[in-house]
């Protein structure tokens, strides 16, 4: 009787623990048709939390992929550190928050195909510079600490002399850019794209990308994971019948360029190693 309930009492902490075994198999979220989704929450507009509900441009892609797949996701929020080391643990299925593929990330996690290539760029007013030729003489704002500004020091020697204002918010930059206190914001290109689109009064454009600066934006999976090549499968039929295509136009309120990951299936690339188009 004594044996019997330890038994008892032993599959009842293993099932609490979310592990069941076939076969010698460990099951995963997976096969039980649900996924689990670490993400950070507070990451515009990649995955965010608005009216107790994820949105986003990361949000539309994976629950399309769970629509076409006939999976239900179960979105666990938790710092961006957490989020990536969660995964490999096995503690969720699947990872996104606007991660930059990267070769000590690939070695420990599994990459699906970039959706996007994430850089930097250059917030102008629609009457101001159009190239970084003209950058001389001017003030340019990026905020402090990040590699936004490290561009802005190391380019004076290329495109300067110029003023550079450092800035602990990026969003002051741009309201000083929008009063024509500075000429340029340098800043992550996709959350320039965002922001504009978010403000059309503003009379801001982002035509100027910083060259050297690319790195793929992917999923993560933990490593052998056979959910990877399932969600590259339907990832590279989206970008194939335009549905990527929708979503950026949707969050970003333009087309990407013709080269974009996006829109085209491209392997996992470590930054600014791209393969030509």
Not at 184 to 208: C, E, F, T
Not at 258 to 273: F, G, R, T
Request: a negative charge; zero cysteines; hydrophobic letters at 40%.
């Amino acid at each position: 009787m004594k044996k019997g309930l330890v038994v008892i009492l032993a599959l009842i902490a293993i099932g609490s623990l979310g592990i069941f075994v076939d076969g010698g198999k460990e099951l995963t979220a997976a096969d039980g048709k649900v996924i689990k989704v670490g993400v950070n929450s507070e990451n515009p507009p990649w995955i965010f939390s608005k009216d107790g509900k994820m949105t986003g441009f990361e949000a539309d892609l994976v629950e399309e992929f769970a629509k076409r797949a006939g999976y239900t996701l179960d979105y666990k929020s938790a710092p961006f550190a957490t989020v990536l080391t969660g995964v490999q643990s096995g503690q969720w299925d699947i990872a996104m928050s606007s991660i930059w593929i990267k070769q000590e990330r690939a070695e420990v996690m599994d990459f699906a195909d970039p959706y996007y290539d994430s850089g930097i760029g250059m917030m102008t007013r629609k009457d101001g510079i159009s190239d970084l030729s003209q950058m001389k003489g001017k003030t340019f704002g990026s905020d402090t600490g990040s590699a936004n500004e490290a561009w802005l020091v190391k380019a004076q020697d290329e495109y300067g002399p110029y003023k550079v204002k450092s800035y602990d918010y990026w969003v002051d930059a741009a309201l000083d850019l929008e009063a024509g206190r500075i000429d340029g914001v340098v800043v992550d290109d996709p959350i320039a794209l965002y922001y504009i689109k978010q403000h059309p009064k503003s009379d801001l454009v982002m035509n100027i990308y910083i060259p050297g600066f690319k790195a793929g934006q992917a999923l993560a999976f933990k490593k052998g994971s056979p959910l990877r090549d399932e969600f590259n499968k339907i990832q590279n039929e989206m970008k194939k019948d335009g549905t990527l295509l929708k979503i950026h136009q949707n969050w970003f309120g333009s087309d990407p360029p013709k080269d974009s990951s996006v829109i085209n299936i491209i392997a996992p690339y470590m930054p600014n190693e791209k393969p030509a188009m």
